[in-house]
């Protein structure tokens, strides 16, 4: 079974009560309140310079919520290269996470995927495997998290879990291969075990 860490970005924001509020609602499970209570922030003139910090815990609120594309989208709004985000004055390691968030969420849905705090979407189904395709996509988001911020620990756990299951299947693909091989095989000797004895049956009837 595979796990997969997301976070919610907290303690950023001071001692402000609609923040609070957002966060407490989080801790409780209440993720459509908390989601409420943290785009109330965003109206909040006071919040005009924790904006990108806000959209992530919104983000984070739709994706225990289930809603993967809203959350999807809105965390693609987060990211972006590091030139780009240094001009736009945007923080790094919120950055970092977002692109973390956008692997984990590319693989939420694939079987065999199981998320810590996800939803029920990624819940395992075991013995299946995950899309070779959002995997490799997952992955390029998880190194672009550690390009921004090497000591994102969340994107390198996920990263280097991706690379464990890629080899394992692979391994376990190799040892399918070399027993069908040895069946291969097997069966040839039987054929030509079977050729062998129909000829010598034919060479004794002959001589009768």
Avoid: C
């Avoid at 970092?96 to 969420?105: F, Q, R």
């Avoid at 395992?124 to 899309?131: P, V």
């Avoid at 069966?187 to 079977?194: E, G, P, R």
């Amino acid at each position: 079974m595979t796990w997969l860490s997301i976070l919610l970005i907290g303690g950023l924001f001071g001692s402000v009560s609609v923040i609070d509020q957002g966060e407490s609602a989080y801790e409780k499970e209440e993720f459509e309140q908390a989601e409420n209570h943290f785009r109330d922030a965003l109206k909040d003139p006071d919040y005009e310079t924790q904006t990108q910090n806000v959209n992530f815990n919104i983000a984070q609120s739709l994706y225990r919520q289930d809603s993967l594309t809203a959350s999807k989208n809105l965390y693609s709004k987060l990211v972006g290269p590091r030139e780009q985000l240094v001009r736009r004055n945007q923080n790094l390691t919120t950055a970092s996470w977002s692109y973390n968030n956008l692997g984990v969420i590319t693989l939420a849905s694939q079987p065999g995927v199981q998320v810590n705090g996800g939803p029920k979407a990624a819940m395992a189904q075991d013995g299946q495997n995950m899309s070779e395709g959002q995997v490799e996509e997952a992955k390029a988001f998880f190194k672009d998290a550690l390009r921004l911020d090497p000591e994102n620990q969340l994107a390198r756990y996920n990263y280097e879990l991706l690379l464990r299951r890629q080899q394992k299947e692979m391994e376990q693909q190799q040892e399918q291969e070399e027993e069908q091989e040895d069946q291969q095989e097997d069966q040839q000797n039987q054929d030509q075990q079977n050729q062998d004895q129909n000829q010598d049956q034919q060479e004794q009837q002959q001589d009768q």
